[in-house]
């Protein structure tokens, strides 16, 4: 899985516990990002439908819950990877710009990753096993890349993790059907099925997805983009067709209202932390407001991202400024029946144990009115 700001790697067995007590058998993730909550829904039986509007995302989402493992023959694939992993290193785009003129790889990874992306477009292009090759070298590439885990910036030291040989995986594909849509969620979300389960979970603040993750998109679409700055941007990271409405503080709060009062789904689980731009009392409202008879939140104390972790740094790697704090409360929103709320507090009672407890107080201050049904 590859490093993304916003995952929710700790919350993915409460999602999924969420999830089977709503009794959902169909669910979209609305925002997917490295797809693995739609993967924990998948993993426990639901027929998921995994949407984001990166062209990276899509891919992992064509990986991971798009193909099923049945239909795939494993050795085969194992076969395949092994033979594009003795490709010749060949020095193209990826080394040229993000190992020479900016240092996210080292250039003999670099050179791995531009003779094997290019023979997979032209050797796997279009095939079943297409999103699966670009994720076993998308996830190859991030476990040696010189990052914090955004691609704003790259460290000025060389990441420990750089200096090994990149190395393909085969990914561990999940049994049973799935599906991926890749746009805005403005335009999708009323293309998107009728299904028990919506999990949302969008940006809540500036960071661009397609800024921080630039080198991914290109990766994937392969396209040589111009770029600029030392970061080595694509250019279109500039213009406004790439910005997304939740990452402006003026048209954020709307388009989410929007959305949910789109989305066709009996219970919505959100996911909210305490950096956005909008309360957690004014998300209730709003998730109320979409016609929900019920909603309960809950919270957890998580980390960081480890960028947070790490510290402020600059282009060239150097330490800048220090973060304001290491942990944040993460919010999970449930609205639906009245009874399928109800069960899913039940639900949750014997998975999160202390780790949600902890919290309790504290949120149920912040929200001043809201039950946190705790
Ligand atoms: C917080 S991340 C989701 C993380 C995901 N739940 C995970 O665990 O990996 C938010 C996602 O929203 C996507 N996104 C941003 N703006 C969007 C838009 N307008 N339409 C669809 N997806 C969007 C980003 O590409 C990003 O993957």
């Known amino acids: 899985m590859i490093k993304y700001l916003g995952s929710k790697r700790v919350l993915v067995p409460v999602l999924g516990a969420m999830a089977e007590a709503a009794g959902a058998r169909t669910a979209v993730d609305l925002f997917s990002g490295t797809t693995r909550v739609a993967q924990e829904f998948k993993r426990r039986g639901i027929h998921t439908t995994a949407a984001d509007r990166a062209t990276y995302t899509g891919v992992l989402a064509g990986c991971y819950i798009a193909t099923d493992a049945r239909t795939v023959d494993r050795e085969h694939l194992a076969a395949v990877l092994a033979d594009l992993q003795a490709t010749r290193p060949v020095r193209g785009y990826v080394t040229e710009t993000f190992c020479e003129q900016a240092r996210y790889f080292q250039p003999k990874n670099g050179m791995r990753i531009d003779a094997i992306r290019q023979r997979i477009e032209a050797e796997h292009a279009g095939t079943e096993l297409y999103p699966v090759l670009l994720t076993s070298l998308m996830e190859a590439a991030d476990r040696v890349d010189s990052t914090t885990g955004i691609q704003m910036a790259y460290l000025k030291d060389w990441a420990p993790r750089s200096m090994r040989d990149l190395e393909l995986r085969v990914p561990v594909l999940l049994d049973g059907p799935g599906a991926s849509v890749t746009g805005d969620v403005m335009q999708t979300v009323d293309t998107l099925p009728a299904v028990d389960l919506c999990y949302v979970d969008p940006p809540y603040n500036q960071h661009r997805y397609f800024a921080n993750y630039h080198v991914w998109e290109t990766l994937v679409r392969w396209d040589a983009p111009d770029h600029y700055g030392v970061a080595c941007k694509r250019v279109d990271v500039r ?12 048209t954020m709060p709307a388009a989410l209202a929007d959305v949910l009062s789109r989305v066709r789904a009996k ?80 639900g949750l009672a014997g998975v999160a144990g202390g780790q949600r407890s902890r919290v309790l107080d504290r949120t149920a201050a912040a929200l001043g009115t809201l039950s946190t049904g705790l």
């Open 239 to 250: 213009d406004d067709e790439t910005r997304s409405v939740f990452n402006s503080r003026r």
């Open 267 to 346: 219970t919505v689980i959100l996911s909210y932390n305490d950096e956005s731009w909008i309360t957690a009392a004014q998300m209730a409202d709003m998730l109320r407001d979409s016609g929900h008879e019920a909603v309960e939140v809950f919270a957890f104390d998580s980390k960081r991202y480890v960028g947070a972790q790490i510290g402020i740094h600059s282009p060239a790697g150097k330490k800048v400024g220090a973060v304001s704090h290491l942990r944040n409360t993460e919010y999970v929103f449930v609205a639906g029946g009245a009874q399928a709320v109800r069960d899913v507090a039940a």
